[in-house]
């Protein structure tokens, strides 16, 4: 065996190794999502000893309970109408401000401040202001209202903004030449070609919208116009924490968000990769 | 036309599509199911340990919810010992027969998969002779 076949050998055998660790890392990580999905189905008490790591009698009666004790499609249709405003908005307002930021103008560092140290600010702090602003606009107590705070989330701004500047300056001055408005050069060529940044910004406000519970929590007084994190928290006063109805809603506002991750996961790792190795 | 149809497939092979494409179909073919057997009707029968039908026995159905226990409905088998309920709104229930001369049957708990379900108790109740 020459030294070449013997340094693969000891790769493969490292490799294999690395592997099996990452296997039952990922095992690991993967235990919480299994009990939630076994419970969900059996009703079993999840104190149980010793656990039964096999689900007996699976059924779906779990998720009839959920269906029938609360408005639950009532729910998740405000959670979804709140979910594509946010989205939409988005990717129209981040797309906008991202293609500004990757001109030249006065003052645009301390735009990038601003915008910067904003991040750091929790939202807890800034939900009366947000509240009366809301009031004003009579928009208390209605999905636009809910979809308000989160019309656009500043760390997609920059998704954006690293995103179109890997585009040729080239193109766009080719674009001004030719008479093409701002507008229509972010719609007709900065965004068709910053598919991955569009991902990434569907996936974020996808999930922040899907989880927020705060500020739902604070407009909303109707009970028809509550979203899926209001109802989960309705739904532990009907039953124990324990039992398989909670693990059977948590498993339908979740999975949503999984599904949409799943769909679009290619483009967003894709996003965050292209980051890693501007210089 | 050709150009029509590969722009439909190249749609059709798209897994944002496919994937909401199927969860629609589901959804569809659930709903359909679901209208076809909604008459609230849930039918079984009463045997006696040789699992012979008992005529004239009387069945118990109460709702279960976890507030506490309904107002229980009744009917009679007939003389096969077969019986039925109309108009059910249950999700969970559980059903018991009684007759003089036998000792009651079990007590057994049921859900269905939406209310107004068509349902055939898969098990008869069992009346043991015996007071």
Partial sequence: ?279 | MKFKVNMVLKYLKNRFVITFLSIGLIIGIWSIYVQYNNDGIITGKVVDETGKGIPNATVIIVEELSGGIQEPLTTRTDGKGNFTFKDIDYIEFIISAKKSGYTASDKIRYHLYFKRENFKIPKPLVLKKGS
Avoid at chain 1, 33 to 56: M, R
């Fill in chain 1, 1 to 279: 065996m020459n030294r070449i076949h013997k340094k693969y050998f000891n790769n493969s055998g490292r490799n294999i190794f690395v592997h099996l660790v990452l296997i039952l890392i990922s095992f690991v990580m993967l235990v919480p999502l299994y009990w939630l999905v076994k419970t969900s189905l059996t009703g079993e008490n999840i104190y149980i000893y010793p656990p039964s790591l096999i689900p007996k009698n699976p059924n779906l009666y779990n998720f009839v309970d959920v269906y029938y004790w609360i408005p639950f499609a009532r729910y998740f249709l405000n959670s979804t109408i709140v979910s594509v405003i946010v989205v939409i908005s988005n990717i129209i307002f981040n797309s906008m401000a991202g293609f500004a930021l990757c001109r030249s103008f006065p003052g645009k560092k301390a735009i990038i401040l601003v915008y910067l140290g904003s991040i750091m600010i929790p939202f807890q702090t800034t939900i009366i202001p947000a509240f009366l602003i809301t009031k004003r606009l009579g928009l208390l107590n209605t999905h636009l209202g809910m979809a308000l705070p989160l019309f656009s989330i500043i760390i997609c701004i920059f998704v954006f903004k690293n995103s179109f500047e890997a585009i040729p300056s080239s193109l766009i001055d080719s674009a001004r030449i030719d008479g093409l408005p701002d507008w229509k050069m972010i719609y007709k060529i900065t965004l068709p070609l910053s598919k991955p940044a569009i991902a990434t910004n569907v996936i974020l406000s996808f999930l922040y919208s899907w989880n927020s519970f705060l500020w739902p929590l604070i407009i909303i007084r109707d009970r028809n116009m509550q979203t899926l994190p209001l109802g989960l928290s309705r739904f532990f006063s009907y039953f124990e924490q324990s039992s398989g109805q909670i693990y059977a809603f948590s498993i339908l506002v979740v999975a949503p968000v999984i599904l949409v991750f799943l769909l679009s996961q290619k483009s967003f790792i894709g996003s965050m990769l292209s980051g890693a190795v501007k210089g």
